[in-house]
């Protein structure tokens, strides 16, 4: 049985939490937040004790730190669990400034720690199969992927102000899938967008819609859509077009409910958003951490795949700044 110290009570705490304490094979035993109450609130709830970080960090029965606090804690408090011994599971990113993830990941690599990087969607059932179909050579050789990434709607702007842009905060997921599907590092981006679906977006120098292409050496190309707003739900689709045919991943809709009529015939919308859509991934990514540290199979996405992510996103920036193609050199 693992114990676990998990530090960030909000939204997405509260999924990791009741994942931790309905696994088999881990436990609940502090919760810690900055905001006392929500520790409280959450602690209780799971039958866990709320503690400080450095409380938490100090005791030796803690095998795992579960970090989903503010973004900008996520790379000091790996390193702290890191230094302390424990297994880290981190919700991506690991901080908006690259070097500071190299820290990070250099120190992972000193230490010889375990740390997961939390890019949840890797574990999505429909996504997993996809993969799984594609590396099983079902459609040959993967030439074209496309992955539509649309949201129903912005976050509240106090949280854009401080997300990193929409490159290293949203579109993030979508490189790190680009990655795991093609199977080999994109050494070309190219990213255009713009601010349209709110003027508030562009007063704080964000942008809400964009397309990144990414190209690698092989020739093998990734087209990613990315919005802040899709009027009608959670878009979350995936495309591969191979040498021998095509596989395609639609969009989880909230019922399989299909009406027919002589007005025409109607489908249920998509699932609202993240918590919805990717309920199973969550459970799913909790299940494949804990077999890891169990020697069950390797861990991933690791802290390396955090790093090669953010290239990518800071690459679509660049990009976007300077209008012209960024090349890449992962050596």
């Known amino acids: 049985m693992f114990s676990v110290a998990l530090i960030g009570a909000g939204r997405i705490g509260q999924i990791h939490a009741a994942n931790i304490a309905n696994h088999l094979q881990s436990s609940l035993r502090y919760v810690a937040d900055i905001h006392p109450d929500s520790a409280k609130t959450l602690a209780k709830r799971h039958g866990a004790e709320v503690a400080g970080v450095e409380a938490a960090l100090a005791d030796p029965a803690v095998d795992i730190v579960v970090i989903s606090s503010a973004t900008d804690t996520h790379a000091e408090l790996s390193e702290r669990a890191l230094l302390a011994g424990k297994a880290v599971f981190c919700e991506k990113p690991i901080d908006l400034d690259i070097e500071r993830v190299r ?72 490189f790190d899938m680009a990655r795991w599907i093609l199977g080999e590092e ?21 942008i809400d819609t964009a397309i990144v292409s990414l190209q690698c050496a092989s020739g093998r190309m990734a087209v990613i859509t990315n919005s802040r707003r899709a009027a009608y739900g959670y878009d979350q689709r995936i495309e591969v077009h191979g040498s021998k045919g095509m596989l395609n991943v639609a969009n989880v809709v909230e019922s399989t409910l299909v009406k027919s009529t002589v007005d025409g015939v109607v489908s249920q919308k998509p699932k609202h958003f993240f918590l919805e859509r990717y309920s199973d991934s969550y459970r799913i990514e909790w299940d494949h951490f804990i077999g890891a540290l169990k020697g069950e199979h390797a861990l991933w996405p690791s802290a390396e795949d955090g790093e090669r992510a953010l290239v990518l996103a800071e690459a679509a920036v660049t990009s976007l700044r300077t209008g012209r193609a960024v ?5």
């Open 103 to 174: 820290q990070c990941v250099e120190l992972v690599r000193q230490k010889e720690g375990k740390m997961m990087v939390g890019f949840n969607r890797r574990f999505d059932p429909n996504f997993a199969h996809l993969r799984q179909s594609l590396v099983a050579g079902d459609v040959g050789e993967l030439e074209l992927l496309m992955i539509h990434s649309r949201d129903p709607g912005a976050l509240p702007i106090e949280y854009l102000k401080v997300s990193g842009g929409m490159f290293r905060d949203m579109s993030i997921h979508d």
């Open 186 to 206: 994109p050494v070309r981006v190219h990213a255009t967008a713009a601010s349209l679906t709110d003027p508030t977006i562009a007063e704080i120098g964000d």
């Open 327 to 331: 090349e890449l050199n992962w050596v």
